[in-house]
């Protein structure tokens, strides 16, 4: 608890919760007060725009914003075949302003406009250790210095994060220019903004309703596990985007393929649908689980319904060709990661492909992963049950500090508590709230909301069979893994949102229509209160988590040039005025050593989780082996990090880089101006290149003794 007031007492967390305040007055006074929906388009936007200029994100906001829309035409010129189809984005965004902006729906639409302010207004300064690590610097590590060529060369990068499916760093590597990092940043802004139309969309196609397409929107927005990806220059959005398109065009294939005049074919939602989970495999590896077993899961219930009615999975010649380019995307991709490291996905699956008789080539190896589960089936039980509790209710402990970042939140507990209640009778409801429809008479119908449309029964069946075989999938990787990320299960996440708002929305057009009176038990859905105090809390919440922890927001500052100068304010140092291609093993501090300029690879990179800790285990000729290998150009030690003797992993750093200094592979060793503790050693490779028992000539020795006698001199030696 005195942690926690610490936290919320911090001065740039007050200054965040005041704002917070002021934005939320300054968005819901226009929204009860204009009628008007272009009115209130615009002061919403002008006032947004304040907001975001005044943190410095302007500029970035927009660029991203465009690149993101570039992206999106140039997809819908493929698909159609035509020019002008490259205004089909900003129609589609155009008719989903006029349903938020509905008057019914206004204040639904604030709260997610809140989420994504506060998003936007800290972005610059709620950069994540796994960003800095390497998807802010694939300007650095995505080539090696060399081009398309280096695209596909084992640069000698250790880690596996390095060779993680590299498809979200490939697209927004035209963003790397200028002095800030925002431009990069901000295309996952624009990415969650999609997640939430879509599954918006797909919950609108299930329903209907407006209004449930809405309430979707907005419960998801209350998901931290989703919304706080936005700040991250991590894939997991563009993953969950992708995911999210394919279950839109099976739904829509559900529901008789053209839901309007002058919508897409079947084999326009077959080829799109299929692009969209094939390209999800090109920017997540755990894509290879979670994006399988939603294609199995949607395939079967499609292939099922489809022998019901007389329809078929087909593919057209627009479908096609939009699916030939995500597959040649994903083959580039995928090439990449075999052609490095010997298997076509790493991480977690290593394991799997080398069972297969693949090999992990140099200088890569196989860590496991697995929980570290107790033995009997008591104790096994107990710790099983307080992993699902704690990763429901209230995420603490060790194994659960992903999951603290990225929770599925209060909003995805209930809803996941309500589908069972709702779940066995709403496909029946559709049907008969179909029929009273069609053949009511006009009394019943007006009866009806006034929003809605025709329901889907067979994509109501569809989502709650997803979500299950998803829900199966939790129950099982909460038991084989030791740590906990909340961001593998954003899917289901979404897929309990859609379904649990699919549900409780049918339900309670059921009770307002004629048929409600043969309802054995009332169960109202307009907890309009509850709703209130769920995304206080929610919003709360969102704020004050996150990948970088609770930072508050960007300091206002007026007078700026719309971005805000990572390189000044986050303190990027070059003291050698190095090049970006120079390659640089850290003995330091993370994420602070990514601030070096350079190819940065740090000790933790290679001794830690997804390293090879055989390449540091103090045997010098191995690892000077590793560092001929990757063309080490220079080690930087900082000397706190070395003098920490509590840690068995920095014990091993000092005694390597003791071992290289006194073994004369160094040819040059520096302080850092204006330190007393930086040391830059730059690479003798020639020496490196040779083992530790070869004699040093006699010139060799004598500036080697230089160099310890200078290294002991700074207190390098205790």
């Known amino acids: 608890m005195r ?89 589609a965004l155009k008719q989903k302003a006029e349903v938020c ?35 802010l610097r694939s300007d650095v590590l995505l080539t090696g210095g060399h081009g398309i060529r280096g695209f596909f060369e084992n640069t000698g990068l250790v880690n596996l994060v390095y060779t993680y499916p590299k498809g979200f760093e490939l697209l927004t590597r035209p963003l790397y220019f200028g002095h800030t990092y925002a431009f990069v940043l901000c295309v996952n802004i624009w990415v969650l903004i999609l997640v939430l139309l879509f599954a918006g969309s797909i919950t609108g196609l299930i329903t209907g309703s ?60 077959t080829g799109a649908g299929l692009a969209a989970l094939a390209a999800s495999y090109a920017f997540k590896p755990t894509a290879l689980v979670f994006s399988s077993l939603l294609g199995i899961s949607v395939l079967a219930v499609l292939l099922f319904y489809g022998k019901t009615d007389g329809r078929k999975i087909r593919l057209d010649k627009k479908g096609v060709r939009v699916l030939i380019p995500s597959l040649a995307f994903l083959a580039v991709i995928t090439f990449r990661t075999y052609v490095i490291t010997g298997m076509p996905f790493t991480s977690v699956f290593t394991g799997v492909f080398e069972k297969l008789g693949m090999e992990l080539k140099y200088p890569f190896r196989i860590q496991p992963v697995s929980s570290k589960a107790p033995e009997g089936l008591v104790s096994v039980l107990r710790f099983y049950f307080g992993r699902v509790g704690r990763f429901l209710f209230c995420p603490v402990g060790e194994d ?106 049918t339900r309670a057009a059921m009770e307002t229509s004629p048929l409600g009176k043969n309802l054995p038990v009332r169960f109202s859905a307009r907890y309009g209160r509850a709703l209130i105090l769920l995304s206080g809390v929610m919003i709360y919440f969102t704020a004050f988590t996150g990948w970088a922890g609770p930072v508050g927001l960007t300091p206002v500052d007026p007078v700026n040039r719309g971005y805000y100068n990572h390189e000044v304010e986050y303190g990027l140092f070059d003291p050698l005025h190095w090049d970006k291609s120079v390659r640089v093993i850290a003995f330091a501090g993370e994420p602070e050593c990514y601030l070096l300029k350079g190819r940065v ?70 302080l850092a101006e204006n330190s007393s503790g930086r040391v830059f050693a730059r690479v003798d490779k020639d020496r490196m290149r040779q083992e530790w028992e070869i004699p040093l000539s006699d010139e060799k020795a004598e500036r080697t003794a230089a160099q310890c006698a200078w290294f002991e001199s700074i207190g390098g030696y205790r």
């Open 3 to 91: 942690a926690l007031i610490e936290i919320l007492t911090r001065e740039e967390n007050v200054r965040m919760q005041y704002e917070i305040l002021i934005m939320l007055c300054a968005f819901s006074v226009p929204a009860l007060k204009t009628g008007n929906r272009k009115h209130l388009a615009a002061i919403w936007a002008a006032e947004a725009l304040v907001f975001i200029y005044l943190h410095r994100v302007l500029l970035p906001f927009a660029v991203s914003g465009a690149y993101v829309y570039l992206i999106a035409g140039i997809i819908c010129m493929i698909l159609k075949a035509d020019i002008r189809a490259f205004g089909l984005p900003l129609r």
């Open 400 to 505: 659960m500090l992903h999951v603290q970042m990225a929770w599925g939140g209060l909003a995805f507990t209930l809803m996941l508590f309500l589908i069972p209640l709702s779940c066995p009778e709403t496909a029946g409801y559709m049907e008969e709230l179909n029929r009273l429809r069609k053949i009511g008479s006009d009394p019943d119908r007006a009866a009806l909301p006034e929003d809605e449309g025709e329901f889907s029964a067979a994509g109501y069946r569809l989502a709650v069979t997803v979500t299950a075989v998803m829900a199966v999938s939790l129950l099982v990787t909460l038991y084989m893994l030791y740590q906990i990320d909340g961001n593998y299960y954003m899917l289901l996440y979404a897929l309990v949102i859609i379904t649990g708002c699919s549900g409780v929305y």
């Open 210 to 269: 407006r209004r449930a397409e809405v309430l979707t929107a907005l419960l998801l927005s209350l998901v931290p596990g989703i919304t706080n990806m936005s700040v991250t220059a991590k894939s997991d959005l563009i993953t969950l985007l992708c995911q999210l398109v394919f279950l839109y065009c099976a739904v829509r294939f559900l529901k008789n393929g053209r839901t309007d005049e002058g919508g897409p074919t079947d084999g326009e939602l």
């Open 101 to 135: 902006l509905e008057r019914p729906n206004v204040l639904y639409t604030l709260v997610p406009l809140i989420i994504v302010m506060i998003q936007v207004c800290r972005i610059n300064i709620a950069i994540d250790y796994d960003s800095l690590r390497y998807g």
């Open 601 to 670: 690879e740090s000790w933790v990179d290679i001794d830690g989780s997804g390293g090879n800790v055989y390449l540091t285990d103090t045997k010098l000729n191995i690892f000077k082996e590793y560092c001929s290998f990757a063309d080490i150009d220079y080690i930087y030690a900082d000397l706190a990090f070395l003098k920490d003797r509590e840690d068995e992993r920095r014990r091993r750093a000092d005694t390597l880089f003791r071992y290289m200094l006194e073994d004369g592979d160094f040819e040059e060793i520096v």
